[in-house]
């Protein structure tokens, strides 16, 4: 093969495609940056699993399982909505309106989010003794809920700084920031605290409040070159109308990645969560290249949305689905035939989730090849069906865990996932071909 020659054309295709152009830069640097990110959160992850152990890290694992639903319900939907108008605004050259539509959504993302909060630190005993039955977890719970208004205000911050197109702060403030405080300060707690197990969630509080507070400047910097002031406005009830379809879309799409966490913890042990808590973690690895292209692939979509050009969007979805694919079969491959060793890694205990890593894996690979077909519904307009096809898999998703989990543990965890994965891909791959006429899915043998 003559290696060369595609390089030239590869290079010939960037230098014609502006926006081939800009996907492949966009992506470059989330991947670059989410590597950092990944490495140090595996450090973390290493750390906690070899000096506190699986059980440990299954009650922080729940805890952060605790932490990320009750965040979805304090951002509103309001995120991916900011991702959307801050997006569009933008290449309207309305920045005003999107740095007023950013002040309203943060304001009322701080006061909800405190009221969460509140109500989480309060019911912490039920959550964990009533529900999950463990009392050890109520701690963690605690320290969940302090952490509780800083994380959702740092997930709405880094989705502004997407919307603006700055990859590599969105990645830096979403994940390379606060593993890398949390495994620092960790190190310090360990030594001081001789293996406390609470210094875990507390190293992870110091980190996110950290993360947050530097967020905040990294968007005072982009927001003050807008010094236009907007003459349009949008009041708050307009903006929740339309978020709120994405509330519940994300609610539930958080939730059902977390189901099978959850019932694991009602009906197995908190070793068995640690186990499957770091075998999804891995899992999740497969789709590496597709978190990257979405990164710039979400704005992109808006933008072209917007303007009404749906021919180039039907294009730039397509050169997006294939970078993802071709450049997830290789890492899928790697996990499919190393999976024991590197599960090893963790320490013997976890060679036992080598099978649900590869069912994981396989549920990832259909991912892949259907495209970003999420977050074109919801770039599009689409947000409502996006909504039926969640609360479809989410039920499904809900059904398999309970009736396999109890019986088969983490392998019925994991082939319930990969199910609930490839049915959402598929209708959603028929619906956006139906009614926006736009293919989003790759067949190698076929494209």
Same mark, same amino acid.
């Given at each position: 093969?003559?290696?060369?020659?595609?390089?030239?054309?590869?290079?010939?295709?960037?230098?014609?495609?502006?926006?081939?152009?800009?996907?492949?830069? @966009?992506?470059?640097?989330?991947?670059?940056?989410?590597?950092?990110?990944?490495?140090?959160?595996?450090?973390?992850?290493?750390?906690?699993?070899?000096?506190?152990?699986?059980?440990?890290?299954?009650?922080?694992?729940?805890?952060?399982?605790?932490?990320?639903?009750?965040?979805?319900?304090?951002?509103? @939907?309001?995120?991916?909505?900011?991702?959307?108008?801050?997006?569009?605004?933008?290449?309207?050259?309305?920045?005003?309106?999107?740095?007023?539509?950013?002040?309203?959504?943060?304001?009322?993302?701080?006061?909800?989010?405190?009221?969460?909060?509140?109500?989480?630190?309060?019911?912490?005993?039920?959550?964990?003794?009533?529900?999950?039955?463990?009392?050890?977890?109520?701690?963690?719970?605690?320290?969940?809920?302090?952490?509780?208004? !800083?994380?959702?205000?740092?997930?709405?911050?880094?989705?502004?700084?997407?919307?603006?197109?700055?990859?590599?702060?969105?990645?830096?403030?979403?994940?390379?920031?606060?593993?890398?405080?949390?495994? !620092?300060?960790?190190?310090?707690?360990?030594?001081?605290?001789?293996?406390?197990?609470?210094?875990?969630?507390?190293?992870?509080?110091?980190?996110?409040?950290?993360?947050?507070?530097?967020?905040?400047?990294?968007?005072?910097?982009?927001?003050? +070159?807008?010094?236009?002031?907007?003459?349009?406005?949008?009041?708050?009830? #307009?903006?929740?109308?339309?978020?709120?379809?994405?509330?519940?879309? #994300?609610?539930?799409?958080?939730?059902?990645?977390?189901?099978?966490?959850?019932?694991?913890?009602?009906?197995?042990?908190?070793?068995?969560?640690?186990?499957?808590?770091?075998?999804?973690?891995?899992?999740?690895?497969?789709?590496?290249?597709?978190?990257?292209?979405?990164?710039?692939?979400?704005?992109?979509?808006?933008?072209?949305?917007?303007?009404?050009?749906?021919?180039?969007?039907?294009?730039?979805? +397509? +050169?997006?689905?294939?970078?993802?694919?071709?450049?997830?079969?290789?890492?899928?491959?790697?996990?499919?035939?190393?999976?024991?060793?590197?599960?090893?890694?963790?320490?013997?205990?976890?060679?036992?989730?080598?099978?649900?890593?590869?069912?994981?894996?396989?549920?990832?690979?259909?991912?892949?090849?259907?495209?970003?077909?999420?977050?074109?519904?919801?770039?599009?307009?689409?947000?409502?069906?996006?909504?039926?096809?969640?609360?479809?898999?989410?039920?499904?998703?809900?059904?398999?865990?309970?009736?396999?989990?109890?019986?088969?543990?983490?392998?019925?965890?994991?082939?319930?996932?990969?199910?609930?994965?490839?049915?959402?891909?598929?209708?959603?791959?028929?619906?956006?071909?139906?009614?926006?006429?736009?293919?989003?899915?790759?067949?190698?043998?076929?494209?």
């Amino acid at each position: 093969m003559n290696f060369s020659f595609l390089f030239k054309i590869f290079s010939e295709k960037l230098k014609k495609d502006r926006d081939f152009k800009e996907l492949i830069r @966009g992506s470059a640097i989330y991947f670059v940056v989410k590597l950092l990110g990944i490495f140090v959160s595996y450090l973390f992850t290493l750390f906690v699993t070899r000096h506190y152990g699986a059980s440990v890290w299954g009650l922080f694992a729940l805890s952060l399982t605790v932490l990320q639903i009750t965040s979805v319900i304090g951002r509103f @939907g309001l995120d991916i909505a900011l991702l959307r108008f801050i997006a569009e605004y933008k290449s309207q050259g309305k920045y005003g309106l999107a740095k007023l539509v950013y002040k309203k959504a943060a304001s009322f993302v701080f006061l909800l989010s405190l009221l969460l909060a509140l109500g989480l630190y309060i019911s912490a005993p039920i959550i964990s003794e009533d529900i999950f039955g463990k009392k050890n977890l109520t701690v963690f719970i605690e320290i969940a809920a302090l952490i509780l208004p !800083a994380f959702t205000l740092l997930y709405l911050n880094a989705e502004s700084l997407r919307a603006l197109k700055r990859i590599g702060l969105y990645i830096i403030n979403q994940n390379v920031l606060p593993f890398s405080i949390a495994f !620092a300060f960790l190190l310090l707690l360990t030594g001081l605290l001789n293996k406390n197990i609470y210094g875990v969630p507390i190293s992870y509080l110091v980190a996110i409040y950290v993360s947050c507070f530097l967020s905040f400047i990294f968007l005072y910097r982009e927001f003050k +070159q807008f010094n236009n002031a907007s003459k349009e406005e949008i009041s708050l009830i #307009n903006l929740l109308s339309i978020s709120f379809p994405m509330l519940m879309a #994300n609610s539930l799409t958080l939730i059902m990645s977390w189901t099978d966490v959850i019932m694991l913890g009602i009906f197995r042990s908190e070793f068995e969560v640690g186990i499957y808590s770091v075998v999804s973690k891995l899992s999740v690895l497969t789709s590496f290249t597709l978190a990257a292209i979405n990164s710039i692939a979400a704005p992109k979509f808006a933008e072209f949305f917007s303007k009404g050009d749906l021919k180039s969007l039907e294009k730039f979805i +397509q +050169q997006t689905t294939k970078l993802i694919f071709l450049a997830t079969i290789p890492i899928a491959f790697l996990f499919l035939m190393f999976s024991t060793f590197i599960l090893g890694l963790f320490g013997e205990d976890f060679k036992i989730g080598a099978l649900a890593l590869k069912i994981l894996i396989i549920g990832q690979i259909i991912n892949a090849a259907a495209g970003s077909v999420g977050y074109l519904l919801l770039m599009t307009g689409h947000q409502k069906f996006h909504q039926k096809i969640i609360v479809i898999t989410f039920i499904i998703n809900t059904l398999l865990n309970y009736l396999l989990i109890p019986k088969l543990g983490i392998i019925g965890a994991s082939v319930s996932t990969s199910i609930t994965i490839i049915v959402g891909n598929v209708i959603s791959v028929i619906y956006i071909k139906r009614n926006l006429g736009i293919k989003t899915y790759f067949i190698p043998w076929r494209d």
